[in-house]
């Protein structure tokens, strides 16, 4: 069966210092790939995603990620991390037409 | 653009109403639209996908006569919640599906907080 993985449930980091959320999915092809990032009390909001093609995604507010077959991962990351940027991440998959599996979440904390 | 606005935000209702829920694709149409439901916490529960002018898919559990959908245009669903119970509280987000050609993306509403007295 399809499924959607994010290993960490919770990650504390220092104000400026690098940020790496996990995602793994498995699926027997290659399905598209998108994180979110919801704040409190709110919906979700586009940070990024995959089709196809280059494998390293750029997306909003200095997030990128990337897509790595081998491992079927699709990690983001942020190479210096806003306070702004404490809010709950998740990663979705959609393996059939326009089906969206999300993962469970993974909780940023920014510590000043 | 693909700016999705959900009504209202919040709302408190006794139990045994019903409420209804407003998802609105502002700048664009939409021919489908999700509905999830979010328990504290928790990640996003796909309810079912609604298609403009079709029956809504729900999803195994989820009681269609329960939560009713409505799809009547291109950039509007609605979701009402009917007899509503405590239980049913909970957050309730929709999205629009936006783009072609095997790359849509789905854009989301900012929710709505149910609360069952």
């Known amino acids: 069966a399809q499924s959607v993985t994010q290993p960490d449930i919770h990650i504390t980091v220092s104000e400026g210092a690098s940020l790496e959320l996990r995602c793994n999915y498995s699926?027997?092809?290659?399905?598209?790939l998108f994180w979110y990032v919801q704040s409190p009390g709110q919906g979700l909001q586009l940070l990024l995603k995959y089709f196809s093609g280059d494998t390293l995604v750029q997306g909003i507010k200095g997030f990128e990620a990337e897509f790595k077959r081998s491992q079927s991962s699709f990690n983001l990351r942020k190479p210096s991390v806003h306070w702004s940027d404490a809010a709950e991440y998740f990663c979705?998959?959609?393996?059939?037409?326009?089906?969206?599996?999300f993962g469970s979440g993974t909780k940023l904390n920014v510590k000043p | 653009g693909a700016v999705v606005s959900q009504h209202p935000s919040r709302v408190i209702c006794k139990s045994g109403t019903s409420v209804k829920i407003e998802c609105r694709s502002l700048d664009f149409q939409a021919t489908t639209m999700f509905w999830y439901r979010q328990f504290p916490k928790q990640s996003l529960m796909l309810m079912a996908t609604s298609n403009e002018g079709s029956k809504a898919t729900y999803e195994q559990g989820v009681e269609k006569d329960k939560f009713l959908i409505n799809h009547a245009s291109l950039t509007l669903s609605t979701l009402t919640v009917t007899s509503a119970h405590p239980e049913d509280s909970s957050f309730y987000i929709c999205?629009?599906?936006?783009?072609?050609?095997?790359?849509?993306?789905?854009?989301f509403g900012p929710g709505t907080r149910l609360l069952v007295l």
């Open positions: 699926y027997g092809a290659t399905p598209y």
């Open positions: 999205s629009s599906l936006y783009g072609g050609g095997g790359k849509e993306t789905q854009y």
């Open positions: 979705a998959v959609v393996y059939n037409f326009n089906k969206f599996y």
